[in-house]
C-alpha cells in the first residue's frame, strides 16, 4: 500500500462523504423539526435525479445549470408533500410514530411505482455534460470534477443553511417551532406554514443533491434505496435532528468507508460504517452532535 | 339489496341454466398455461419488462400461424393438443429469492400452470426450481448462467443455454489462440459482485486461470448496486493486469466504467462474463468509453445473413419492445419455444409427462435462433451442445470475433 493509495482513499472518500452529507442533511431537517422520519427520502432523491436528466435530455439543460431549478421544484415537491400527504398523518390520534411511518413509507412505494410506469424502468444516464468525466489529477491523486463541485455544492448548502437557521426570522420561526410547537402556536406563527418550509427545503437539499449525483450516477426508479440506507446510518450517527450532525455523519461514514476499504476485502466495506454506527448507538445513543 | 331465498333460488337456478353453456365453450378455448418469473420491479425491472416482450414475441409466434423453420411457428397454438394457445402468466419476484420462491409457489397452486420459465438471476432460479421439483413442476433456466445451478440432482431443472464454465472456457479458449498469435497475456484481474452469479462466475474463471497458466493478479468481489465503486478500482487500477474481466450487473458495470475514468484507469482489454455488458443501457451510458470491450454471449444478429428468420424474428421483438434481441432476450425467447415444444410433444400438461418430453428433446441448431448445434440434455439437465460466442464492441454494434466457425470478423486486441 503506497501513500498514493491511502490519500486518494481518504480523497475519494472525503468527497463522497460530503455528498452523503448532502443527502442526509433534508432527513435531519424534517427529522429535528416534527419527530417524523422521511421513509421516502430516497425517492426524492430519484424524483431529484430524474428532472435533471430531463431537463438536459429534453432542454438540453446541463445539470450545473439545472441545480437551482431542481433545488427549487423540489422546494415545491417537498412543501406539497407534506400539505398533502404528511399534514394529515400528523392528526392521527393515536400511534402516531406508526401512522407517520407508514404514510412516507407509502409514499415511498407511490413514487418508486409511478416512476416505473411513467419513466420505464430504464437505467439513465447524462454522458454528455460539461462536468461528466471530466477529473484533475494531482501528483496521481484522481479527484473527479463532478464530484468535486458536489463536495463544494454540499459545503456551500451547509453554510447557506447555517445561516438560514440562526439569522433569518423564518430560521428563528424553524428552531422555534422544533422546541415547542405548541407555545409557537401561541405568538401567532402558523405551525404549518414552518412544517412546509422544513418539507420544501428538505427537498430543496436533496434535489441539489441529487442535480449534482445525475452527472456521474445512473438514474432508475430504484436509486434512492441504497442511498437512503446510508443517509438514514448518516442522521443516526450524527445526531438525529442536528443539521450539523448530518455534515459531520456524511463525513464520517465517506471517510470509514474508503478507509475499510483499505484494510478488509471491498465486499466488506459497509462493515466499517455500521461498526461505528453500532458504536455510537452504544456509547451515545443520541447520536454525536444529537440534542435529543 | 336484501338477498331471501327466493332469489337465492332464482339465482341458483338461472346459473345451472347458463352453465352447461358455458362449459363447451371453454373446453374450446383450450389453452396451456405457463408460468413466467422475472423481476418486472426493483434494481433489475427493466431486464424484466424486456423479458416481457421477449416471452410475448414467443408466444405470438407459438399460437400464430409464422413461416419460420422454428418449432410451432407454423401452426396455430400446440397442435399434440388440439391446437391449444399458450396463456402466459407474469410474476414478479423482484431479485428476490424469497419472493421468487413464494411467487412460484403461487403461479402453481394459484395458477396452475404447466411449467415455469425464469429468472434472470441464478439466486432466485435457486429457489424457484427447488418448489418446481417440490411440486413436480418442470422449470427451464431460458438465461440463468450459475453452472452449480443444474448440479443439485433436480429431476424438473432444465437449461438450454450456456452457463458460465462454458462461457469462461470459451473466454481462455480465445485467450489461447491469442498467445499462440504473439499477443501478451499474462495476467488477469476479476472483478464479481458478491451473489450466486458473480461467485460462481469467478470461481470457474479461477480455476480455468490456474489449469492453463494465467496468473490472477486481483480477485475483487464487491456488494452489488453499491453507492461507490472508488476503492475497488483503486486495486483493480494498482493490479493493471492485462484483462479485466468484470461479472457484474448493468447498474454495477455503469458505475465501475465510470468510476475507472475518474480514476484516470484505462484497462488493457475487458472481457466480460455479459450481463451488464450484454445491456443497451450501458453502452448508452458509457459507450464511448469502452470501444472494443468484449463480452461473452450467446446470440448474435450477425446470424441473420446466415438465418433471415433470426432477422425477421428480431423485427418483431423491436415492434414489442423498441429494442434489438440481445444475449438475454434471445435467450428468453427460445426458452419458452422449447418449453412450449416439449409441451407439444408430451401431448399433456401434466408435470411428468412435460419431463419426459424434455429429456426427449432433440431441436437442431439450424430450427433455433442461437448460434447453438443443438438442443438436447444431458442426464442433468443441461444443454452442453450449446456453443457460446465471444461479441466484441465495435463501432457501436456487437460482431462475433469467436469461435472461429462463428466469427465475422478479427479481434481488435488490444482493445483501442
Not at chain 1, 65 to 71: E, H, N
Not at chain 2, 61 to 84: M, T, V
Not at chain 2, 200 to 220: F, H, P, T, W
Request: proline share 4%; with cysteine; charged share 20%.
Amino acid at each position: 500500500m503506497t501513500t498514493a493509495t491511502i490519500i486518494q482513499s481518504l480523497a475519494s472518500g472525503l468527497l463522497m462523504g460530503l455528498l452523503y452529507g448532502l443527502v442526509a442533511v433534508g432527513l435531519a431537517l424534517i427529522f429535528g423539526l416534527m419527530d417524523v422520519t422521511n421513509f421516502a427520502h430516497g425517492e426524492f432523491l430519484m424524483l431529484a435525479m430524474y428532472m435533471t436528466f430531463f431537463l438536459f435530455a429534453f432542454f438540453a439543460i446541463d445539470p450545473l445549470l439545472a441545480a437551482p431549478l431542481v433545488g427549487a421544484a423540489m422546494f415545491v415537491f417537498g412543501a406539497v408533500a407534506y400539505l398533502l400527504v404528511v399534514r394529515f398523518a400528523m392528526r392521527a390520534k393515536a400511534n402516531i410514530g406508526m401512522v407517520q411511518i407508514f404514510t412516507t413509507f407509502g409514499l415511498a412505494i407511490l413514487m418508486r411505482g409511478l416512476a416505473q410506469y411513467f419513466f420505464t424502468p430504464d437505467y439513465r444516464s447524462i454522458n454528455v455534460s460539461w462536468l461528466g468525466g471530466k477529473t484533475i489529477s494531482l501528483g496521481g491523486v484522481f479527484l473527479p470534477v463532478p464530484q468535486l463541485v458536489g463536495a463544494l455544492v454540499s459545503l456551500a448548502a451547509f453554510g447557506a443553511l447555517y445561516f438560514f437557521i440562526k439569522k433569518t426570522d423564518f430560521g428563528r420561526a424553524l428552531e422555534a417551532t422544533r422546541e415547542d410547537a405548541g407555545a409557537v402556536a401561541l405568538v401567532g406563527i402558523d405551525k404549518n406554514k414552518v412544517f412546509a418550509l422544513g418539507w420544501g427545503l428538505g427537498g430543496a437539499l436533496v434535489g441539489l443533491a441529487g442535480a449534482v449525483m445525475a452527472m456521474f450516477f445512473y438514474i432508475y426508479p430504484d436509486v434512492g434505496a441504497s442511498f437512503a440506507l446510508i443517509a438514514y446510518v448518516t442522521v443516526a450517527l450524527g445526531g438525529f435532528g442536528s443539521v450539523f450532525g448530518a455534515f459531520a455523519g456524511g463525513i464520517i461514514v465517506g471517510l470509514v468507508e474508503a478507509s475499510t476499504a483499505l484494510i478488509l476485502p471491498p465486499s466488506l466495506k459497509s462493515v466499517g460504517i455500521y461498526a461505528v454506527y453500532l458504536l455510537v448507538v452504544f456509547i451515545r445513543p443520541r447520536g454525536l452532535f444529537g440534542s435529543i | 339489496m336484501k338477498i331471501d331465498r327466493r332469489h337465492l333460488l332464482l339465482g341458483g337456478a338461472a346459473s345451472a341454466a347458463v352453465l352447461p353453456f358455458a362449459k363447451p365453450a371453454r373446453a374450446q378455448a383450450k389453452e396451456v398455461v405457463i408460468g413466467v418469473i422475472y423481476p418486472l420491479s426493483g434494481a433489475s425491472a427493466q431486464i424484466g419488462v424486456d423479458a416481457q416482450k421477449a416471452f410475448q414475441t414467443a408466444a405470438e409466434l407459438i399460437n400464430n400461424k409464422y413461416d419460420f423453420d422454428l418449432p410451432l411457428a407454423r401452426d396455430e397454438g400446440l397442435p399434440g393438443l388440439g391446437g391449444a394457445k399458450v396463456r402466459l402468466v407474469f410474476a414478479d419476484h423482484q431479485a428476490d429469492p424469497q419472493k421468487g420462491r413464494a411467487e412460484a409457489e403461487r403461479l402453481i397452486t394459484q395458477e396452475k400452470v404447466s411449467a415455469i420459465v425464469g429468472t434472470y438471476q441464478s439466486a432466485v432460479a435457486v429457489t424457484v426450481s427447488q418448489i418446481c421439483e417440490r411440486y413436480q413442476i418442470p422449470f427451464l433456466s431460458a438465461d440463468n448462467s450459475s453452472p452449480s445451478l443444474h448440479r443439485r440432482g433436480l429431476k424438473f431443472y432444465f437449461r438450454a443455454a450456456p452457463h458460465d464454465e462454458m462461457f469462461s472456457q470459451a473466454m481462455f479458449d480465445f485467450f489461447d489462440a491469442l498467445k499462440k498469435k504473439g499477443k501478451k497475456i499474462e495476467t488477469l484481474a476479476l472483478f464479481h459482485e458478491d451473489t450466486i452469479f458473480g461467485t460462481d462466475s469467478s470461481n470457474a474463471q479461477l480455476k480455468l486461470a490456474q489449469e492453463r497458466g494465467y496468473k490472477v493478479v486481483a480477485d475483487i468481489k464487491y456488494r452489488a448496486n453499491s453507492p461507490s465503486l472508488t476503492a475497488e478500482v483503486q486495486q483493480l487500477k494498482a493490479a493493471d493486469a492485462d484483462v479485466l474481466m468484470p461479472s457484474s450487473y448493468t447498474t454495477d458495470a455503469i458505475l465501475l466504467i465510470r468510476t475507472m475514468g475518474e480514476l484516470g484507469y484505462k484497462a488493457k482489454n475487458i472481457v466480460a462474463q455479459d450481463a451488464g455488458f450484454s445491456e443497451k443501457a450501458l453502452y448508452d451510458a458509457v459507450g464511448d468509453k469502452i470501444p472494443g470491450v468484449i463480452s461473452r454471449g450467446s446470440f448474435s444478429l450477425d446470424l441473420a445473413a446466415k438465418r433471415p428468420m433470426v432477422g425477421k424474428i428480431n423485427d418483431m421483438y423491436k415492434a414489442n419492445s423498441g429494442k434489438d434481441f440481445n444475449d438475454y432476450s434471445s435467450r428468453q425467447f427460445m426458452g419458452l419455444i422449447v418449453m412450449a415444444d416439449a409441451i407439444n410433444r408430451a401431448k399433456s400438461t401434466d408435470g411428468e409427462k412435460i419431463r419426459e418430453a424434455l429429456v426427449a428433446t432433440d431441436m437442431p441448431g439450424e430450427k433455433t435462433i442461437m448460434p447453438w448445434k443443438q438442443v438436447k440434455f444431458d442426464a442433468e439437465g443441461q444443454n452442453t451442445f450449446a456453443d457460446p460466442v465471444l461479441l466484441q464492441y465495435v463501432g457501436g454494434k456487437f460482431v462475433t470475433i469467436f469461435p472461429e466457425q462463428a466469427a465475422v470478423a478479427e479481434a481488435i486486441w488490444p482493445m483501442p
